[in-house]
């Protein structure tokens, strides 16, 4: 992207009219190496969300002096109107 500024672009532009072709292909060069970047970035980043997911679901629980909530309330309810009856 920085090759075609620099050639085409603005007034320090280092070359004239260049042909169509010429212009494409520059510009599809650039999309590609960005692209590219971009996967190798996502990939080289993948191991370290691993390794940070397994530490986070390692390290989470109940916080300190926190009650549990029941886990199902319905089922609860019903068990406490019938121990009721």
């Not at 494409?24 to 990939?43: K, S």
């Amino acid at each position: 992207m920085g090759l075609e500024l620099a050639l085409m672009r603005g007034p320090v532009a280092l070359v004239g009219e260049l042909a169509a072709d010429v212009h494409a292909m520059i510009r599809v060069g650039a999309q590609v190496l960005t692209w590219m970047t971009a996967a190798f970035c996502l990939l080289r980043g993948l191991p370290v969300l691993v390794e940070g997911w397994k530490y986070i679901a390692g390290n989470v629980g109940p916080a300190r002096g926190a009650k549990s909530a029941p886990h199902n309330r319905i089922r609860d309810a019903k068990a406490a109107a019938q121990e009721a009856m």
